[in-house]
Structures are given as structure tokens and as C-alpha cells.
């Protein structure tokens, strides 16, 4: 099973304030051990809101909302995509996170969905098709 590790954003991360060496370091250091675990698939840091839009849909139209946004509690600052046995092993690797000065933090963990879980609404041929896709991803990436 594939889990997204959400990254809730703080006052801090939306004002651009970068982690220190010390942070970093630790950070390093869990990565490795998720690399070492063979559970980690990606894992990436994201800019202040600030820096981002949001497009809302309504029916064909379309809206744009600059940066930044309010409710900070609702933004994410980063994210790990891990791949786990169960909820209950991505919540170990959770508590796992170097979190150095004690400041309040929050990572939500959402299970990704997987191909079986659409059952017959996902034709064979859409099967292939998203195979297809996840291959020239790799392709480009790899």
C-alpha cells in the first residue's frame, strides 16, 4: 500500500523559513532509513503559499486565486510517499520524524489509491492505459 505523508504548514513555513542545519540533518537521516527500509518513493518540500495559485472549477468555468492563503493550518508544507504494509507501519514510520525543537507540527497520512480499488469501473483497456502512463513516468524520471 502506498501512503502519502501530508506535511501540515505553520506560520513559519508560510513566512519562508527554512530548516535549520541541525534539522536538516536529522531530516537527512530519517530519509535514509525510509531509503534503507525500501519505503521510500518520493519526498519533497513545498514552497510558501506565496508563491502558489489555486484554480477553482465551476462547471466549465474556471477561476485563479493567487498566493498566499489563509488558514494556514489548512496548507502543506511537504510530503513523503512511502510504501507500507498497513496504516498501522506508516503511522510508526510517522512518530519517526525528527522534530527538534519541540514546535507543534502535524502530519496527516492518506493511503493512495490503488488500481484494484475501482474494481469493474476501471476496464482492462483503462488498466493498461494508466500502465502505460506509469511507465513513460518512470521512463522520464528514471
Known sequence: MKFMLL???DARSEAGVLPDAA???AMGAYNEDLVRA???LAAEGLQASAK???VYFDGRGRRVEDGPFAHTDELIAGFWLIQARSLDEAIEWVKRV????GSPAQIEIRQV???ADFGDALSPDLRAAEQRLREQVAARVG
Open 98 to 101: 525528527p522534530s527538534l525543537d
Open 38 to 40: 525500501g519505503v521510500l
Open 113 to 115: 489509491f490503488d488500481a
Open 52 to 54: 502558489g495559485a489555486r
Open 23 to 25: 534539522l536538516l540533518n
Open 7 to 9: 506535511v501540515k504548514a
